[in-house]
Nanobody
């Protein structure tokens, strides 16, 4: 059974930093892309960032480009999202997701992902 578990969310002041983690278990594919999405109250879930299995390919939403960094450690089956210079508009529930893909593939559309975590709350105060 595939399980994705996010951690690292919390309350932070604007300008601060947080590091989210996503621990994966039960994934049987030899290669899978992973991504982060977020959903604010009253809004649709939106893409944040994605990383290929190799870690060499990444893609970011324009709203987080230059502030957030996605990475992964395949030996630990864990993906990370380093979030710097946080803004109140970054407040949302953050979800991690995974889908089998080739080593260098990234996936930006939510509907393509097969597995999802339960989410972790990030709140940025002004």
């Amino acid at each position: 059974q595939v399980q994705l578990v996010e951690s690292g969310g919390g309350l932070v002041q604007a300008g601060g930093s947080l590091r989210l983690s996503c621990a994966a278990s039960g994934l049987t594919s030899t290669s899978y892309a992973m991504g982060w999405f977020r959903q604010a109250p009253g809004k649709e879930r939106e893409f944040v960032a994605t990383v290929s299995y190799s870690g060499e390919s990444t893609s970011y939403a324009d709203s987080v480009q230059g502030r957030f960094t996605i990475s992964r450690d395949n030996a630990k089956n864990t993906m990370y999202l380093q979030m710097n210079s946080l803004k109140p508009e970054d407040t949302a529930v953050y979800y991690c997701a995974a889908v089998p893909r080739l080593h260098t593939a990234v996936v930006t559309f939510a509907y393509e992902y097969r597995y999802w975590g339960q989410g972790t709350q990030v709140t940025v105060s002004s």
